[in-house]
């Protein structure tokens, strides 16, 4: 069975500051995962996904997250918060077989500090 | 291109209510999917389908009916409404190529059963 977790379901940085979102998964075998974001009263939005290949992936907003393979993580990083990044985000993975039904994790939401 | 559309907004019902959440894409996806959000939880898949005339259960189906008879459309129905169905719903449609695939999500539809 598909989980995720994500570490910490609030997180606080100071603008221009280093944003780290933690998120590890349990699968006998890698999943596809992504990385969503929700703005308030809004939907999901894409913002990067891994499924194959450079384990570094970029996304939009200067958003990038890096697959551990080892560590059975997909952390979420940016280097210099703004304040338009708080938001909630949603870490989530599919499995490579059946159907590749999305399971999310519980979600962290990001406070930015002016 | 509209994307996915949900309707309504907002709904209130009152419990032992039932009534039709709207879901329509118009990107010929043949994956569409229901979510609920609850705080804390992050999204929890309901319902999917694969294709018109296939659907499937997710990870909490009970209360819930869906089919999908068109592939733009896929409703689901709350038959007897209880309070704890009380929730952000989201309807997602998902494009596919090869190993690479793309989940598209509505703006949602928040319900409050009373």
């Known amino acids: 069975a598909q989980s995720v977790t994500q570490l910490g379901s609030h997180v606080s940085v100071s603008e221009g500051a280093l944003v780290l979102l933690r998120c590890n998964y349990s699968?006998?075998?890698?999943?596809?995962l992504f990385w969503y974001v929700q703005y308030p009263n809004q939907g999901l939005q894409l913002l990067l996904k891994?499924?194959?290949?450079?384990?570094l992936v970029k996304g939009i907003n200067g958003f990038e997250a890096e697959f551990k393979k080892s560590e059975t993580s997909f952390h979420l990083t940016k280097p210099s918060a703004h304040m338009s990044d708080a938001a909630e985000y949603f870490c989530?993975?599919?499995?490579?077989?059946?159907?590749?039904?999305?399971?999310f994790g519980t979600g962290t939401r990001l406070t930015v500090i002016p | 291109n509209a994307g996915v559309t949900q309707t309504p907004k907002f709904q209130v019902l009152k419990t032992g209510q039932s009534m039709t959440l709207q879901c329509a894409q118009d990107?010929?996806?043949?994956?569409m999917s229901w979510y609920r959000q609850d705080p804390g939880m992050g999204l929890r898949l309901i319902h999917y389908?694969?294709?018109?005339?296939?659907?499937d259960q997710g990870e909490v189906p009970n209360g819930y009916n869906v089919s999908r008879s068109t592939t733009e459309d896929f409703p689901l129905r709350l038959l007897s409404a209880a309070p704890s169905q009380t929730s952000v719903y989201f309807c997602?449609?998902?494009?596919?190529?090869?190993?690479?695939?793309?989940?598209?999500f509505g703006p949602g539809t928040r319900l409050t059963v009373t």
């Open positions: 997602a449609s998902r494009v596919e190529s090869g190993r690479v695939y793309e989940q598209y």
């Open positions: 699968s006998s075998v890698p999943p596809y």
């Open positions: 891994y499924t194959t290949g450079a384990t």
């Open positions: 989530a993975v599919s499995p490579q077989t059946g159907a590749n039904n999305l399971f």
């Open positions: 990107m010929n996806h043949e994956y």
């Open positions: 389908s694969v294709g018109a005339g296939i659907t």
